[in-house]
């Protein structure tokens, strides 16, 4: 049972480069959210999904797309990077409806040149 | 406008020591708190929360103590030890948001051997 996992661990891109973020879960659950962690900002929620085949926004969602693949899977697009999205990006899930803890993966951490 | 706030960056205390966080917010339509500690290089960890029915939750060393009225709540380790040094970070949902979960900016810890 690995958790929420979360590729890559790090990257640099140029700007206006694009890239995905992966994160699977394997705890069958049904919420997934995505998050950007910046210097004294704390985590801030840039989309979520609440099941299968259902994404909404977050606090920030502007510059990012989501894809919820399946039940396990959850990714993140930059579509055309900014340095203003230079950020640790963790993904993380909720198990059932009831109950309000995530569990967390390791995060990535991006730089945008 | 940030809906909840904690307003220490960072707390030093003696091993042994308790250690009080704090953690304020804004929107009434809070109704329940969690606790999350994060390690470098690590993704954020479940500690413990508290609905808002009850004002305090314990777990171990770890207590929650929430005060509605005053839109505030602490978190106190006892004894506090080394190996609680880490970032705390103060999180807050409301009913019907689909267990969105917001932060704060955190509070790091440094327990001194």
């Known amino acids: 049972n690995a958790g929420v996992t979360q590729t890559p661990k790090f990257q640099v891109l140029k700007t206006g480069q694009s890239m995905t973020l992966q994160c699977a879960q394997d705890?069958?659950?049904?919420?997934m959210y995505w998050y950007r962690q910046d210097p004294g900002m704390g985590l801030r929620l840039i989309y979520y999904s609440a099941s299968e085949g259902t994404t909404d926004k977050g606090e920030v969602p502007n510059g990012y797309n989501v894809s919820r693949l399946n039940k396990r899977e959850f990714s993140l697009r930059l579509e055309s990077a900014a340095p203003s999205q230079t950020s640790v990006y963790f993904c993380a899930s909720n198990p059932d409806r009831t109950n309000y803890e995530q569990y967390f993966g390791p995060g990535t951490r991006l730089t945008v040149t | 406008d940030q809906q909840v706030k904690q307003n220490s960056p960072s707390l030093s205390v003696q091993e042994g020591r308790i250690s009080i966080l704090n953690c304020d917010y804004t929107?009434?339509?809070?109704?329940?708190f969690l606790w999350y500690k994060k390690y470098p290089a690590e993704g954020p960890t479940f500690l413990i929360s508290i609905s808002s029915i009850k004002d305090k939750n314990e777990d171990g060393r770890f207590t929650v103590f929430l005060n509605k009225s005053a839109k505030h709540l602490s978190l106190h380790i006892v004894p506090s030890q080394p190996g609680d040094s880490a970032v705390y970070f103060c999180?807050?949902?409301?009913?019907?948001?689909?267990?969105?979960?917001?932060f704060g900016s955190g509070t790091r810890l440094l327990v001194r051997p």
């Open positions: 705890m069958n659950h049904n919420s």
């Open positions: 929107n009434s339509m809070f109704d329940y």
């Open positions: 999180a807050a949902s409301a009913s019907g948001s689909s267990y969105k979960l917001i």
